[in-house]
């Protein structure tokens, strides 16, 4: 972690200082200033077991602002060590964050293992994506198996959703022999925030 804590531009401070200024700032009627579209790919290694979760988090504008700044995106060179450096550090934040993410299997929560595969870029519409894959420490049989996958911030500042069920992709043996992905909502209060909290839903025979 030393090297995450030299960095002048740490993600959760630049988060944490803006959710301290929320009074200067307007905001949506729920208080809350980020939100990130995610998309998931629950992968299957040979044994047609779950090994990892693949995961895509686009930002939205204001947060994607918030973390480039006033930095130089003038030529691909630029852009693309831009982006390496703030991959480093977001992964670097989330690795203490839990990367957000809540893995349940029969109600047993699942152990992630250190992400070493992972890509920050820009989408065509400049926007900061965040590409990463999340794996098992022991990958697991889904046979009689009920998953519920949740992706939250505790702390409020960021809601992070599928826009639909369609946004949670199985891998063909997987979906061979479970449950198309439903989503479920409920309200609760983090951080003094009303938040909508999704949960994923797959049955597997």
Known sequence: MKHHLKHKRSLWLLLLLALGCSMLAPAGADGLHFKMAITTRMVADGAGRLQALEMRWRYDAAFTNLLLGEQDLSTPEKRDAIMARLGQDVMADLFDLGYYTLLRANGEPQVFLTPQVYQASLTPDQLVQLDFTLPL???RELRNTTLQLEVVDPDAGIVLSYSD?????????LAARCSRPAITTRQEVLNEHQVEIQTVIVACR
């Open 165 to 173: 069920p369609a946004r949670i992709v199985l891998d063909p043996v």
């Open 137 to 139: 420490r022991q990958a």
